[in-house]
């Protein structure tokens, strides 16, 4: 039987220090994040692109370039496979008609969080860990709830109360412990870190401290490819909160040259903040290799709410070494986005998502793109999850009216 994965270790992002993979881990010994590491040879002796062309639409088309050793473990909802829409509408009225958008508000949950929860769970209930414990700034724990009760494990959630409500219920549905921190993400990391200590069989699956999720998230950048006929874009933007999701599709993007699935340059790179909470645009720019947390962080783009991602010198060498950028957009900028799109394509993105097409505006108008350029655009989330961003002011009809 050939195996399942290909996994072979892990390997510090700061010093590539080798770590065991079949031990439970959290970050390196430098405190730093964990990146799986495969044997792509034998990998691309195994599978084809061909091959994969002709397996189930999820996510776990591509297990051999993820971790889970037995396919027994695997904890699926139906995940990934998103549809990769034209968006020749609006492409056309920014001035950049081949934009597309990979839209991840048709995973379940309704965030593309499900994408790490499946590959994390998986790989936690396969190494014997009974509860997962991790703080949220609300779609990874509504994910993360909704797969460790799939998995029949126990989870532990902290989220800021300001976090969208919607995702506190999806933890109750879910029978999740749940609590509201009046604080921000790093106020609630700081209550988990403290109780994994106090719970046995219990893993600390915050951003980054294990080394799974990235996995989930990296489908994203194999999709794009596949749904491209395996060629690459010339640019993708993605909303950069924690940083796992840009980190990860770098990641696949060079497995995938590796494999020789891929050839010719990578796409460029784009770190999309909201100009609210943006230490990351502010790092690439000032030329640094870390962020510095900003003082008041805040913005409707609730998920992208990280003053301080542990992997952001990651997050800044994807952007740099792919000849990428950063930008920040303001909140007005990406909720009249998030309007101009649903009017012109009839799709109810999140605001995470709209800060990228708003993005892809700035950057035109700037020059950065010229407009001949294939585009994606990562929506993050559905439209759904964040009621609240759209007013709604019409008139209510006496029975039987006229109109
Ligand atoms: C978590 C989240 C992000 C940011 O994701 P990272 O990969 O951690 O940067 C973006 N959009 C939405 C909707 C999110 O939930």
Redo the contacts with the bound molecule.
């Keep these: 039987m050939p195996p399942y994965s290909t996994l072979s270790h892990l390997d510090c992002s700061r010093d590539a220090s080798r770590h065991d993979a079949d031990t439970l881990q959290g970050t390196s010994t430098l405190g730093a994040p964990l990146l799986a590491r495969y044997d792509l040879e034998r990998a691309s002796a195994l599978v084809t692109p061909a091959d994969i062309a002709s397996r189930a639409p999820d996510l776990w088309r591509y297990h051999e370039l993820l971790p889970v050793r037995d396919e027994r473990h695997v904890v699926t909802l139906g995940e990934g496979m998103t549809p990769l829409l034209d968006l020749p509408r609006h492409g056309a009225r920014l001035g950049v008609p081949g934009l597309r958008m990979k839209d ?1 508000g048709l995973v379940p949950t309704g ?3 499900a994408r ?1 929860a499946t590959v994390g769970v998986s790989r936690a209930v396969e190494l014997g860990v009974t509860g997962i414990a991790m703080p ?5 724990g509504a994910a993360w709830a909704c797969y460790a009760a799939r998995a029949g494990i126990d989870a532990l959630i902290a989220m800021p109360v300001d976090a969208p409500v919607i995702t506190r219920r999806e933890c109750v549905v879910a029978g999740a412990e749940l609590y509201l921190v009046d604080g921000l993400i790093g106020d609630a990391g700081a209550i988990i870190a403290d109780a994994v200590t106090r719970r046995p069989g219990f893993q600390d699956t915050s ?1 980054l401290r294990e080394p799974y999720r990235l996995e989930g ?1 990296k489908t994203m950048g194999y999709e794009i490819v596949e749904q491209l006929g395996w060629r690459c874009p010339d640019v993708i933007l ?11 599709i770098h990641k696949a993007l060079l497995e995938m040259r590796e494999l020789g699935w891929i050839t010719g340059p990578l796409p460029r790179l784009v770190a999309v903040q909201a100009t609210g909470c943006a230490p990351i645009v502010d790092a690439f720019h000032a030329g640094l290799d870390a962020s510095t947390p900003p003082a008041d962080p805040r913005t409707v ?4 709410t ?1 003053p301080k ?1 542990l992997g952001d010198f990651l ?1 800044l060498d994807a952007v740099r070494s792919s000849g990428g950028t950063a930008i920040a957009v303001t909140d007005a900028e990406l909720l009249a986005a998030q309007g101009a799109l649903a009017r012109d394509e009839g799709t109810w993105i ?4 709209a800060a990228c097409v708003a993005a892809v505006g700035q950057l035109r108008e700037s020059g950065w793109l010229d407009g001949t350029e294939d585009v994606v655009v ?1 929506n ?2 559905s439209g759904l ?1 964040y009621p609240d961003t759209v007013p709604v002011e019409v008139p209510t009809l006496p029975r039987g009216a006229v109109v």
């Design positions: 991840e965030a593309f969080k790490g949220t700034n609300g779609n990874a951003t998230k993605y909303p950069t909160g924690g940083g796992v999701g840009i980190i990860a783009a609730f998920g992208i990280v991602a997050v999140c605001p995470e998502g990562l993050t989330g999850i």
